[in-house]
């Protein structure tokens, strides 16, 4: 792979490595490379940390001037904490489809794959890269910096730190489902033939779950439909109405599958 400055680099990788350092280095630099971390820090911040402050703090002010409702009989924490476990989770994974839609399948169809594959790269390293880079982006801004700011708004509306134990688990959670809609989003650039199809069954797959979360009962303990209702009380330390360690341990199961799918089918294609 060449370098910025137009020079060959020595690939030193053998096997299904053979790139993947270059490659990571390629797709890290859409990162961090420009102010792409910026912009995503700054638009996350408004949009999650946005609803959280007016749960925590604009909210209360609405409840007081309703002579009939107190501001005592509103846990307003709790509603913050669905402000980020519920809605910013959906937003996310919206979001992750979002940025992750155009990762393989519009390079599959500019050509620039095809000139990647060209050099001394494996094709298993050419979606790892993918996955390895924008994973460690959407964990680190996304999930990493929303949830830590959350946290400070949180403990200063209540007054005290939230228990730290339960709320890390809860953004384990939220980090599990969605990197599930990244590397669904990433199995389907490599299945299917235009991103309408892939719009299509990643997001049919979040919004379609919504709904069929209470319809198919105990079922949706092996996806990650659940996780959204589930986390906030797990945050707060409230006895769950289902185990959570089910659907954890499912969705992680689920990303691993659409990795390895994704893997298997790249190694097929024809360019």
Known sequence: MGSDAGEFQRVSERGWRNGLANL????NRTWWGSRRWL????????VV???VALALFALPLAVEMDPNQSVDDVDFVAIGLQALFQIGAIGMAVGVIILAQGLVIGERQSGV?????A???????YIL???IAHGIGVLVILVGLQSVVAYGLLSLASGDPLPLPSFVASVAGLALHTLFYLTLTLMMGVFAESRNRLLGVALGTLLGGMVLSSIVGRLALVTPWLLPTLLPMLALGEA????ISLPMIATAAWCVVF???????????EF
């Open 39 to 46: 912009t995503q820090s700054l638009l996350w911040l408004v």
């Open 113 to 117: 794959t095809e000139w990647i594959l």
């Open 259 to 269: 990795i390895v799918a994704a893997l298997w089918k790249f190694e097929r294609l």
């Open 240 to 243: 769950l109405p289902l185990p």
């Open 24 to 27: 990571l280095r390629k797709e």
């Open 119 to 125: 050099k001394p790269v494996s094709r298993a390293a």
């Open 49 to 51: 940390n946005g609803m």
């Open 129 to 131: 890269s993918k996955l």
